[in-house]
């Protein structure tokens, strides 16, 4: 190959390429002008240290509870959400759309995640959860009678659940209720619900300490655990 020819070859393989990359981009761009961009959902650092809970609920429940199934459910979803339509999307997000869209394998996962994190924003360490602000106390004991017995009727509403799910305490329509839910549902996707706090009854949050003693698990954390500082918090900040 001579001087110009090879310096013909170098310039037109240039050209071609050049070709090629912008022939590839173009279609891609017209397809999907605004492609949401990937987030990763974040496992949220627990509040409080694994043993901090014991012996209500020892730092072996703890670590499995949180390391391996909290996790889980957010390792599952990161691992579904590139290239879907939630990809881009908050965990808030994501849980209102997969529940209208019925998508139950991102919804679960989605909630799951959420729901954890809620309910270890609910618990603190024996002695430091402090107690219901006086706004709050008022209400609960208009509503229960005490606060003690709005713990055992959260206690409660945790042993009557059937199978796994979740109890909570909840502003609904302005007024304090206990309610639960079934599985990996969430008061989030519900208007004008504002849950306080919440306790888990899969049987992975109390199995390793209790095992089949549900009851006895429901009332060492509603009497000992419950965080009603954060409760407080929350109830003032949505009723306000
Ligand atoms: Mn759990």
Redesign the pocket.
């Known amino acids: 190959m001579d001087t110009i020819s090879r310096r013909t070859f170098i310039e037109t393989a240039g050209v071609a390429a050049a070709a090629t990359v912008i022939g590839a981009e173009a279609p891609k761009q017209e397809e999907t002008p605004q492609k949401p961009k990937n987030r990763i959902i974040v496992l949220p650092k627990l509040p409080f240290a694994e043993n901090s809970l014991a012996p209500v609920i020892s730092a072996e429940t703890i670590s499995f509870?949180y390391g391996k199934?909290?996790a889980g459910y957010v390792a599952a979803l990161n691992k579904m959400l590139p290239g879907s339509k939630y990809a881009g999307m908050t965990l808030e997000e994501i849980i209102v759309a997969a529940k209208a869209d019925q998508a139950d394998a991102f919804f679960n996962n989605a909630a799951?995640i959420w729901n954890?994190t809620f309910?270890w924003d609910s618990l603190a360490p024996a002695g430091s959860g402090g107690k219901p602000s006086k706004a709050l106390s008022e209400v609960l004991v208009k509503t229960f009678g005490s606060v003690e017995n709005c713990a055992r009727l959260l206690a409660e509403s945790a042993n009557k659940r059937f199978g796994c799910g979740w109890a909570w305490l909840l502003v609904r329509d302005g007024k304090l209720v206990i309610e639960s839910t079934s599985n990996a549902e969430t008061p989030l996707t519900e208007k004008d619900v504002k849950p306080l706090l919440c306790v888990?009854v899969?049987e992975?949050?109390y199995y390793l300490d209790y095992q089949n003693r549900r009851a006895a698990y429901t009332q060492a954390v509603t009497e000992k655990l419950l965080n009603w500082g954060k409760a407080s918090f929350r109830y003032a900040k949505r009723t306000v």
């Open positions: 509870h199934h909290h799951q954890h309910y888990d899969w992975h949050a």
